[in-house]
């Protein structure tokens, strides 16, 4: 099994910054891409910023400038900067990963994870 745990969310100034974590445990061969996700109250989910293997990097253009993804191989853990926060930045945060596991008959195949998300409000 593995499982994704994000931390770091919570209420903060306009202006602000924040520093989201999320971390992949269980019985993980490799990780591919790890992104975060985010869905505002009435919205769609959608993608802030995505990170290779590598360390190639996008990002949502609402977001360029402001947020920051890294990741740590090591630890098999995603980070996503906040800084100038905005109201409109308000929602559930989401990490996302694409992990390979062994599986039963010894072979590798990549699966798709979530965490169960952390809130970020930002106040005007």
């Known amino acids: 099994q593995v499982q994704l745990v994000e931390s770091g969310g919570g209420l903060v100034q306009a202006g602000g910054s924040l520093r989201l974590s999320c971390a992949a445990s269980?019985?993980?061969?490799?990780?591919?891409?790890m992104g975060w996700y985010r869905q505002a109250p009435g919205k769609q989910r959608e993608l802030v910023a995505a990170?290779?293997?590598?360390?190639?990097?996008n990002y949502a253009d609402s977001v360029k400038g402001r947020f920051t993804i890294s990741r740590d191989n090591a630890k098999n853990t995603v980070y996503l900067q906040l800084n100038s926060l905005k109201p409109e930045d308000t929602a559930i945060y989401y990490c996302?990963?694409?992990?390979?596991?062994?599986?039963?008959?010894?072979?590798?195949?990549?699966?798709?994870?979530w965490g169960k998300g952390t809130l970020v409000t930002v106040s005007s």
């Open positions: 996302n990963a694409r992990i390979v596991v062994v599986t039963a008959t010894g072979g590798l195949d990549e699966y798709g994870y």
């Open positions: 269980g019985s993980i061969f490799s990780i591919n891409a």
């Open positions: 990170i290779t293997s590598g360390g190639t990097t």
